[in-house]
């Protein structure tokens, strides 16, 4: 009940390409949804974040698309380039009930070839 | 606005000795949440500290403890370390608890021989 599940693993895309990267979540108590984006040796940043009563957030080359009902939600990178290489990870969280506990996916490795 | 800082960078231990870690949050920022990053099994929330108490709890045993001082800062505490404590752990804060963004620091990496 309290898991996200993230997939792929890993993903290859090629620059200028769109990168797509899945969760889901069983728990409807979660009501905020932050995605992370990871380089080796740094703590996870803060890249876009969404709330249920949205179905799209868009900043900058960064979408999150949210369907409430099928209890998923994505991240999608447009035009991605080879500075995007990096771990992605979805995280969720109850803010009413859990304050700031995040729950996190299992995290996308991204590789975006030149 | 400075970000997130933990101290230190890099840590080496050995089994049974005790650690403490310590994070300075962005300035104004009242929460702080502890977690362990491993590659087995991801990132995982240890606690969560606001206005100097314990908000929330992870599912981890109690060697692992922590606490908030007046100014925010926090520190965690690994008593009796095993092998199996070598992580990389980081560092979050936040305006509030819940519902507000939360910014990570670049992790304490600690490693238990």
């Known amino acids: 009940q309290q898991q996200v599940k993230q997939s792929p693993q890993s993903l290859i895309v090629q620059k200028g390409g769109i990168s797509i990267i899945n969760c889901a979540y069983e728990?409807?108590?979660?009501?905020?949804f932050p995605w992370y984006q990871q380089f080796p040796g740094k703590g996870p940043a803060l890249l876009i974040a969404i709330r249920p009563d949205v179905s799209e957030k868009k900043e900058g080359r960064f979408t999150i698309s949210f369907n409430k009902s099928a209890k998923q939600f994505s991240l999608h990178i447009m035009d991605s380039q080879p500075g995007d290489s990096a771990t992605y990870f979805c995280a969720a969280s109850m803010t009413e009930t859990s304050g700031s506990r995040l729950t996190f996916g299992e995290g996308t490795q991204l590789t975006v070839n030149p | 606005k400075a970000g997130v800082t933990q101290t230190p960078r890099y840590l080496i231990k050995t089994r049974g000795q005790q650690v403490t870690l310590s994070c300075s949050p962005i300035s104004g920022h009242r929460s702080v949440s502890w977690y362990q990053q491993t590659p087995g099994q991801g990132l995982q929330f240890l606690f969560e500290y606001f206005s100097e108490t314990q908000r929330n709890k992870g599912n981890f045993p109690g060697r692992f403890s922590g606490r908030q001082f007046s100014n925010s800062r926090s520190e965690m505490n690994v008593s009796t370390l095993e092998l199996g404590d070598s992580a990389l752990y980081l560092c979050?804060?936040?305006?509030?608890?819940?519902?507000?963004?939360?910014?990570f620091g670049p992790g304490t990496r600690l490693t238990v021989l």
């Open positions: 979050a804060s936040s305006l509030r608890s819940g519902g507000s963004e939360q910014f």
């Open positions: 728990n409807t108590a979660f009501d905020y």
